[in-house]
């Protein structure tokens, strides 16, 4: 349940594609998870995650650099100041940032980019994974995702 947002709420009405990334991966994943940003970029397709990993924030920079709507899922409550890279798209009505949590909730921890993760997995329509490590946690939570949505791997 979203708790608090930011930006263009229709955002929540279109198709959704969640991209996480376990924070360990391997060069040749990561090429492709680039190629995979600018392909939706180009296709205007709407992407929600936590954009919180190094390679999700490399995800994010393909992103910013289209048109196409965006949806920052935060593993804590809503910041008091927008990062100047997000302020433009969010001034454009081509961003959205949501939170599962209140406002006092300030810190992110395992337990919240957890919950995060669950959350942006459940509002997306399909979710898209660069790379899990078997012994991490996006694996576990996958699991109980593949039998709900279509998840798939990038190889």
């Known amino acids: 349940m979203i708790k608090d947002a930011i930006g263009n709420t229709d955002f929540l009405n279109l198709h959704k594609t969640a991209f996480l990334c376990s924070r360990k991966i391997s060069a040749s994943a990561v090429l ?5 940003a600018i392909s939706k970029r180009d296709a205007g397709e ?37 990062e100047p890279e997000l302020q433009k798209p969010l001034d454009d009505g081509r961003l959205l940032i949501v939170t599962p949590f209140t406002t006092e909730v300030k ?49």
């Open 32 to 36: 492709k998870c680039y190629d995979w």
């Open 46 to 82: 709407c992407v929600i995650s936590g954009f919180h990993s190094k390679l999700e924030q490399d995800v994010l920079h393909y992103l910013l650099k289209g048109k196409q709507p965006i949806i920052v899922a935060l593993a804590r409550g809503r910041k008091e100041n927008i």
């Open 107 to 155: 810190r992110i921890t395992q337990d919240t980019a957890n919950i995060r993760n669950r959350f942006m997995m459940s509002l997306a329509d399909e979710i898209v994974l660069g790379h899990v490590n078997p012994e991490g946690e996006l694996h576990k939570l996958v699991k109980e995702f593949q039998v709900l949505k279509k998840v798939s791997l990038l190889q």
